[in-house]
Each structure stands twice: as C-alpha cells, then as structure tokens.
C-alpha cells in the first residue's frame, strides 16, 4: 500500500508542476483576408476566430497544439513554446491553398471482356486476416485522441492493483488516478470537439452550396455561421443521426438566427 499511496503522490505532483494555461496574442500573417478563421487549441479544447486584421486571443500552455484552418489557407499545426508563453504572444504565417489539376495518368485499355480485363489487370485480392487465422479488427479505427480516451478510461475500477501486490480488493490504479487528476474528464472534452469538427466539416461540405445558393453572405461569415451552428447542445446529436431533413431544417432555423444576431449587433 506504500508503494500506491507513493505513485499516486507523485502523479499528482507532476499534474500540479505543469505549466499554467496563460491568454496568448496570436496575429495571423497573409497577402490576403485573415479575419474568420478558425483557431482551435486541440489539447486544451478550445477554439476562437480571428479578427479583421488577423489578430486573436486563444488560452494556452507550453506544449499545447494549435490549429489555424481557413478556406483559402492550408490547415496549420502550430506548437506553444515556453519561449511564447512568457513573451505572451506570437505570429503565424499562413500559406495560400493551391489547388492544382491531378496528373493524367494513361493506363490499360479495358476491352470489354471481363475475363481479358482481369488477366491483364494489376488488380490484386485483398489480404483477408481471417483467412490467415489470425485475430483482426474490422470496426472503425479509433482517432489518436480516442486512443489516449481509451487508454486512460479503460477497464474496471476494481481489478488491477490489488493482483500485483497481493491480498485486499483490486484496484485500477491508472484508471482512478487519471479520473482523480482531470485527465479522463480533458481527454473526454477533446474527443467531443474532434466529433464536433469533423460533423461541421461534413455539414459544410453536403449543404453549404444548397444553403448559400440566394444568399450573399460573405465567405468568412458563412464559417462564422457553421461555428455558431457547432455551438448548440443539439448539433451533435442531430449530426450522428443522418437524418437529411432534420439537418436541413435545423440549419436553416440557424441560419434565420444568426441573420437576426447579426442585425441587432448592427444596429448597436
């Protein structure tokens, strides 16, 4: 029992001597528009977007990851150094998206004759891990940040620590220390906006066009509005069930409002 009392100890203290989450000025650099873009701290999950002239205040920590997405940039990962935090602020130079034609490839010409085709095919059959007999996974693929959930949630409570030393009820030691330390609660945080970001990014792909068709609404608004959209309780919820309808109508219900918000601040 010693020797738990003193790891958990000592895993508290390092959660303690971190380093402190600080507001930092961040000023974006580009030849073109910078206001609206979207910068998201992943590790501490949290987002802001930038200001008319780029700039933007975003809570951070040493070691924490930005990322700076916008439609005419390519999306950027950004680290905080110590060196940042204790100046208190920092630049970022975005580099223009350019998109460029696939290459044309020339390849074999099909005959028509599926027998032909085949043989004259560089199509190989995919290896099957039950038919070579061994265990395989075949579910959707867990993100980096699901990993780190699992890993630090995973298990029972009671059945680990206990087996090791001996004697009196088991306890899941890393489990506990990291639901105790915030950890599991931070990992949890974080997965959601990763949800979060990818339902916006699929919304904005199947329905942006259908939305804005008679709309003028500039380019860095229309991305203001998706983010306005994320932050309902409901957004989530709606965006796992796949139901077109209720997607389109809960978007345009938004949409009406987030027109309205824009008028009222207007007139103010």
Request: net charge negative; aromatic share 8%; glycine share 8%.
């Amino acid at each position: 029992m010693i020797k738990i009392f003193t790891l958990f100890i000592l895993f508290i203290l390092g959660f303690n001597l971190q380093a402190q989450t600080k507001d930092l000025r961040g000023q974006l650099i580009a030849n073109d528009e910078v206001e609206g873009l979207h910068i998201q701290n992943k590790t501490a999950a949290k987002y802001t977007i930038s200001n008319d002239d780029g700039s933007f205040i975003i809570p951070a920590k040493v070691s924490d990851t930005l990322v700076i997405t916008g439609v005419k940039y390519e999306t950027q990962e950004f680290i905080i150094t110590a060196s940042i935090v204790d100046l208190g602020q920092f630049n970022v130079q975005l580099i223009e998206n350019v998109s460029e034609l696939n290459e044309v490839v020339v390849g074999k010409i099909l005959t028509g004759s599926l027998e032909s085709d085949l043989e004259n095919s560089d199509v190989k059959p995919e290896i099957n891990f039950y038919d070579l007999g061994i265990p395989g996974f075949t579910g959707k693929p867990l993100t980096q940040n699901e990993r780190k959930l699992f890993d630090a949630d995973g298990g029972d409570m009671v059945g680990l620590v206990g087996g090791i030393y001996g004697g009196g009820p088991s306890v899941n030691l890393f489990k506990l220390l990291n639901t105790i330390s915030g950890r599991t609660k931070k990992l949890k945080a974080i997965v959601e906006l990763d949800n979060r970001d990818a339902c916006l990014q699929r919304l904005k792909d199947n329905y942006e066009s259908f939305l804005f068709e008679k709309d003028t609404l500039a380019e860095n608004l229309r991305i203001e509005y998706f983010l306005f959209c994320q932050e309902d309780e409901e957004f989530l919820t709606l965006c796992n069930q796949n139901n077109e309808i209720k997607l389109l109508e809960f978007l345009q219900a938004k949409l009406s409002a987030y027109q309205e918000n824009r008028k009222i601040v207007t007139k103010d």
